[in-house]
């Protein structure tokens, strides 16, 4: 007899940490913007496991790139050159306006280069070992102690401290919060263009320029996380492009390999050249051939479907469409966001609205308690999005009450 979904999900009780609060589903396939699950059950995914299939489920070219390397070379190492690395660099270059790339296997560690970068670049300008890092609260940089030290959430933190020393957090979006915390020892001033996990805020104009200005009077690297709201999600393949406001230091990750565990972190000529040098940094997988097969397929397919032309234009229909639906009920306080990253904030906890709309098909994820969170795979069109306010709607209705 074949396993049952609910079998298998007793199973992983059994055998995996418990670190996460797991939704009772098993994915099985997934085709599109659809997921399927082991019953067969189809689900339109406003998730895309987390911002990261960018480009929608079972795309052939893409899986066929990835074969094609596995028959070829999966890994050699990186005391060797490979092609689909050099590739994947060059083409991030061009897209991102950055000059030197290093390649990681996930976003927490592309966070944990750029501070070393930033600390190696104010080590080599004055030769002490003390300097500083200004973070955001609310912020979100991934899990291992680096990262996790510059993520402004204490509920995280607090069972690992101490945590590597000398970070100082700000709020995004008030200049002055960040301006008080500037010493003659600050590195790096660091955050999130949209702030993912700490409740999609995108950080104003006025903010990124004044931030801006001050890394470049006081040679402080400006860092930017773009590793949830880059890759075109915004309508620009990177946020900051919205701007006009360059980074020293960008990360990317989640959906720079579609689904291979692919992260890189970027910077600008005049910081490769003044930080990081052979023997500073590295690593045994990151930029392996197999995972930059994926960057490259990724970043071309992104130009033939002209990616953040398309999410400028679904983007706003999501965005219109969402504000249509907070408008019909009371317990929704306000819709924040930008393009396909978009977040609904609630007047209560929101996992039973994403638990009706599991049932009824859609998939949804929260951001914080409050907040329902829609980062869709960028190929969506308006039909997928009228199909998802429509059981968003019925699940909220059911939840809320309301008209
Ligand atoms: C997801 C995320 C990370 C961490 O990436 P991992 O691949 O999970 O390590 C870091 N920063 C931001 C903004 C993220 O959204």
């Known amino acids: 007899m074949s396993q049952t979904m609910q079998s298998y999900i007793d199973e992983a009780e059994q055998a995996l940490l418990h670190t996460y609060n797991r939704y009772q589903v098993v994915f099985e396939k997934g085709d599109g913007v659809y997921l399927y699950d082991m019953d067969g059950k189809r689900y339109l995914d406003f998730v895309a496991g987390i911002a ?11 899986n066929d790139a990835l074969k094609a390397q596995i028959d070829k070379i999966i890994h050699t190492s990186n005391y060797y050159y490979n092609v689909p690395a050099i590739e994947a660099a060059k083409k991030l270059k061009a897209v991102s306006g950055m000059d030197r790339v290093f390649f990681t296997n996930s976003g927490a560690e592309a966070v944990e280069g750029a501070i070393k970068t930033a600390r190696k670049y104010a080590y080599l300008k004055d030769g002490r070992t003390d300097h ?56 790096a001033i660091l955050f999130e263009t949209v702030q993912g ?60 390999g579609c689904g291979v565990p692919v992260g890189a972190f970027l910077m600008t000529e005049k910081v490769g050249e003044n930080s990081l040098k052979a023997g500073d940094h590295g690593t045994t997988y990151g930029g392996n051939p197999l995972a930059c097969s994926a960057v490259c397929k990724v970043l071309e397919l992104y130009e033939k479907l002209d990616i953040p032309a398309r999410v400028r234009e679904t983007g706003a229909y999501l965005e219109s469409s969402l504000d249509r639906v907070a408008a019909q009920f009371d317990c929704i306080r306000e819709r924040r966001g930008v393009g396909l990253m978009q977040g609904l904030v609630f007047d209560r906890p929101v996992g039973d609205i994403i638990t009706r709309a599991m049932d009824k098909g859609l998939v949804l994820i929260n951001a914080g308690t409050d907040i329902i969170r829609f980062v869709p795979p960028l190929v969506i069109d308006r039909q997928n999005v009228d199909d998802m306010t429509a059981i968003l709607t019925e699940s909220i209705r059911e939840v809320c009450g309301g008209r």
């Open 197 to 256: 996990e700490g409740g999609i805020w995108p950080a104003t104009e006025d903010f990124m320029r004044k931030v801006r200005a001050l890394c470049d009077e006081r040679d402080i690297l400006l860092i930017l996380d773009e590793i949830q709201c880059g890759m075109g999600r915004t309508g620009e393949m990177f946020a900051w492009q919205r701007y006009g406001v360059k980074p020293d230091v960008m990360t990317t990750a989640k959906a720079l």
């Open 52 to 62: 990261v299939f960018a480009l929608g489920y079972h795309n052939e070219e893409y």
């Open 132 to 187: 500083e890092i200004i973070a955001m609260n609310h912020s979100f940089h991934g899990r291992t102690m680096g990262a996790l030290s510059v993520t402004g959430n204490p509920h995280y933190r607090e069972a690992f401290e101490p945590m590597i020393g000398n970070i100082r957090f700000a709020d995004l979006n008030d200049f002055d919060s960040v301006a008080r915390q500037v010493t003659d020892r600050t590195c």
